[in-house]
Structures are given as structure tokens and as C-alpha cells.
């Protein structure tokens, strides 16, 4: 099914307009952009959502650079780039330890 919704742009009442004309689905593959994730669990609260890694991948990059200089800016863009190589749960598994590794050796840097 194809649906449009006219908006000014993505506010929740947009989102949820665009939801009305549309059955829940199973899932939903986000960009996650402005008001969706509220409009999700409100409008159908039983559809999984992903993240779209393609949209993750470039906000990595906007944040990182393609050639971030510190190493903790490296590493984690290589955690994000190795979103493409999960095709398990255990692949799934290792990379979440792997960003868990991530935060535990560079977590405080995000909060200076």
C-alpha cells in the first residue's frame, strides 16, 4: 500500500495523518527523523521499528567525518559502519558488545 500525507514538515500530527490511512504493519524502517518514534508507539503500538542504517550511517558520518581524528572517533565509526555485516542474532550479539566495549573505554567523552 502507498500513502501520502501534504505537511510543512514532519511533526507528529503529520506523521500521524499519514498513519491513519495505512494498517499497522509488522514493521517500520525508520530515518529517524522529528516526531515518528511518539507517533509509532501511539498510532500502532504493535509494529517493530528499525532503525534505517543507510540514515545511521550518514548521521555517523556528519558527526565523525569520514576521517575522524581521534581514536575513539575512529572506532566508533568502524562499530558503525559494521552495521551492514549483521546477518544473525549472534552477529547482532557481538556487535552490540562491541559498542558496549565502545561506550565502556569512551562513554565520557559524548558528555564533555
Known amino acids: ?36 518514534r511518539s507517533t509509532l508507539a501511539n498510532a500502532w503500538p504493535s509494529a517493530a521499528v528499525q532503525r534505517c542504517i543507510f540514515h545511521l550511517q550518514m548521521n555517523v558520518t556528519r558527526e565523525l567525518t569520514r576521517r575522524p581524528r581521534l581514536k575513539a572517533g575512529r572506532a566508533l565509526r568502524r ?5 551492514t555485516d549483521i546477518h544473525s542474532i549472534d552477529d547482532a ?9 565502545w561506550w565502556q573505554q569512551y562513554g565520557h567523552l559524548t558528555r564533555e
Open 79 to 83: 562499530i558503525a559502519r559494521a552495521l
Open 1 to 36: 500500500m502507498i500513502a501520502w500525507q501534504w505537511c510543512a514538515g514532519e511533526t507528529t500530527a503529520a506523521w500521524q495523518a499519514l498513519f491513519e490511512q495505512v494498517p499497522e504493519p509488522e514493521v517500520v524502517v525508520t530515518d529517524g527523523g522529528s516526531g515518528i
Open 93 to 101: 550479539i557481538a556487535w552490540r558488545l562491541t559498542l558496549e566495549a
